[in-house]
């Protein structure tokens, strides 16, 4: 595979997990720049031409250049996977393609105001209000996916595949943040088949800070 994939974004970020975790399934080689966060960068001249928007991930391959974390997905998975992490079915691609639409709208703020509480901010000056709302919030849609994974041992079908990404990059934090949680057996199995993946353990699983 060619070497001239650049992906830029802090490896704590879950988007920028995401594509790592992406990149690692169809055994690409790249290069992961740290860039956003305290790393800075994404306010230069250099990164705001890739992308104006100054946010990460955002990734170079040759010449082309992407941003937005599920768009760098399904541009990486289209050019360079195959089966069975990339089907060859149209509808099987459209039923993967919906749960990464489906995580983008259905977590949003909830998940991040309780990610931020629960990990980014001191113990004393967090809110409270926000973390039960993202409790509540985000339990409410980890059982959605939880009825479905009743019945398929990933979202994406048989196979783990390009619509497992976006929330299994924020399961990561889900089951590893110090905050009660619904008995999902489900979605826990499904989980756990993530973490023995090779590519979800270097791409996704680094320390949450």
């Known amino acids: 595979m060619t070497a001239d994939i650049k992906i830029w974004g802090r490896i704590n970020s879950s988007n920028v ?6 990149a690692e399934e169809l055994n690409l080689d790249y290069q992961q720049i740290d860039a956003g966060g305290a790393f800075g960068v994404v306010e230069t001249p250099e990164f705001l031409a890739l992308n104006p928007n100054g946010r990460i991930p955002c990734l170079q391959d040759g010449e082309f250049t992407i ?4 768009a760098i997905c399904r541009y990486l998975a289209k050019k360079y996977g195959t089966a ?17 639409d489906w ?20 113990p004393e000056d967090r809110d409270q209000a926000a973390i039960t709302l ?29 619509g497992d990404i976006p929330l299994g990059s924020l399961a ?14 489900h979605l826990a199995a499904w989980y756990q088949r993530l973490t023995e993946r090779p590519a979800y353990q270097k791409g996704v699983m680094s320390p949450l800070t």
């Open 103 to 122: 995580t983008t709208f259905s977590f949003g703020m909830p998940f991040r105001n309780l990610f931020w509480n629960m990990v980014r901010t001191a």
């Open 134 to 162: 993202g409790i509540e919030h985000c339990s409410q849609q980890f059982a959605v996916a939880d009825a479905v994974l009743k019945n398929q041992p990933f979202l994406s079908g048989e196979a783990c595949g390009v």
């Open 67 to 70: 941003f937005e974390s599920n």
């Open 17 to 22: 997990r995401k594509v790592l975790w992406c």
């Open 84 to 100: 069975p992490f990339v089907s060859e079915s149209l509808e099987d691609w459209a039923l993967a393609d919906q749960w990464m």
């Open 172 to 185: 990561y934090a889900w089951f590893n943040m110090d905050i009660p949680r619904p008995d999902l057996p």
